[in-house]
């Protein structure tokens, strides 16, 4: 028992001094420092900026104004109220009722109604329609109504990022002269005249998009002038000026 005593303590005392000459005696292997050193900072390439995204969250590779270029189809309806003018040179024939007109002339408030349909790109727009313009009083001694309708082609350009545009149309005219003295039993072509030749209308304008860029509301100052003719020798000159409500998608 008593050797067994002296032999316990011995044997830690012994583990514990290897302990110890161990712990002092291992060097640490050189090839792990290295690769424990971090690596400087300097040598490292400076990370890239963030890629800009839009408002959705997606990247924004496209140029901020390709983004605002109108293009495929075009459709353009046009509500206008503005004043006319007319002005004619000859002799309207006589007819049944009523009396012979020189130089026909006059001049009142109208309505306008326009169509227009085609496609484009790049902020161009090639179209065709139809116009229905309409004065609203008619003239008196004689009594005589007139009422324009025509057809054509025309061009439109969106010229700055706000959508300002510019149209430009050429079209083949109709006025009708509705004569309301004549009497018609034996005589019905004297009541209705039609006088027919090549307008023009220029417009200007501004609209207003939704976000997708597709449909907007407008509105234009535009310009009309035709110039028209009937077999009777008389030759008529057509001018108005309208404020437009535009309905657009393009």
């Known amino acids: 028992m008593r050797g067994i005593i002296v032999a316990v303590p011995l044997a830690m005392a012994l583990i514990l ?21 971090p690596i400087p900072v ?11 995204v839009d408002d959705l969250g997606e990247p924004d590779d496209l140029d901020d104004d ?13 509500l ?3 004043w006319g003018w007319l002005e004619g040179e000859g002799t309207l ?17 109208l309505f306008n109604l326009a169509l227009s349909l ?73 009541k209705y005249e039609w006088y027919k030749g090549p307008g023009v209308a220029f417009t200007l304008g501004k609209e207003w998009f939704k976000e997708e860029k597709e449909r907007g509301l407008g509105l234009g100052l535009q310009f009309n002038w035709a110039r028209l003719s009937h077999d009777n020798g008389v030759t008529i000159d057509y001018m108005s000026f309208l404020v437009l ?3 657009t998608k393009f």
Do not use: W
């Not at 300097?42 to 800009?52: G, I, R």
């Not at 024939?93 to 408030?109: F, I, Q, R, Y």
């Open 42 to 52: 300097d040598d490292l390439d400076a990370p890239l900026p963030p890629e800009p």
């Open 80 to 82: 206008g109220l503005g």
């Open 245 to 247: 409500l535009t309905v």
């Open 118 to 190: 085609g496609g484009g790109f790049y902020g161009f727009a090639i179209h065709v329609g139809g116009v229905y313009e309409k004065m609203l009083l008619r003239s008196e001694s004689p009594e005589i109504g007139y009422t324009l309708m025509g057809v054509g082609g025309g061009l439109t350009y969106y010229f700055t990022d706000y959508d300002f545009y510019a149209t430009a149309q050429v079209r083949f005219m109709g006025l009708m002269m509705f004569m309301k003295g004549v009497i018609c039993d034996d005589y019905f072509e004297d």
């Open 17 to 37: 001094l290897g302990s110890v000459t161990f712990a002092q005696g291992v060097e640490p292997d050189p090839t792990l420092k290295d690769q424990a050193d």
């Open 93 to 109: 024939p006589p007819a049944k009722g009523l009396k012979a007109v020189e130089d026909p002339t006059h001049n009142a408030p």
């Open 66 to 78: 390709e983004g605002q270029e109108h293009k495929g189809f075009f459709f353009r309806f046009a």
